[in-house]
């Protein structure tokens, strides 16, 4: 049974930083490019970090240079450290397998079920 728990949310200052953490169970880490997603209030929800089965990785403009994606095999964990935070990147975020485009590539994952998410609020 696939499961998604992310941690790792809160309340931070601009320019402030916080590493969010993803535990999978299930075969959906061993087996798919997993991602982290995000959701504002009012907007879709949209992916901003991807890594692949073999450690490859790509983000969308918005966050370039300031979310680095990172996976840990032995513990089933995706890990996104979060710096130089803007008001702007306050969402929730989700992390879950990837089926669709961030840039030019395309993912062929199998998206599991959603977990509950985890809250990043930044205030200026």
């Known amino acids: 049974q696939v499961q998604l728990v992310e941690s790792g949310g809160g309340l931070v200052q601009a320019g402030g930083s916080l590493r969010l953490s993803c535990a999978a169970s299930?075969?959906?880490?061993?087996?798919?490019?997993m991602g982290w997603y995000r959701q504002a209030p009012g907007k879709q929800r949209e992916l901003v970090a991807a890594?692949?089965?073999?450690?490859?990785?790509e983000y969308a403009d918005s966050v370039k240079g300031r979310f680095p994606i990172s996976r840990d095999k032995a513990k089933n964990t995706v890990y996104l450290q979060m710096d130089s935070l803007k008001t702007e990147d306050t969402a929730a975020y989700y992390c879950n397998a990837i089926r669709g485009r961030l840039g030019s590539t395309w993912y062929q994952g199998n998206v599991g079920p959603w977990g509950q998410g985890t809250q990043v609020t930044v205030s200026s």
């Open positions: 299930g075969s959906i880490f061993s087996s798919n490019p």
């Open positions: 890594i692949t089965l073999r450690d490859s990785t």
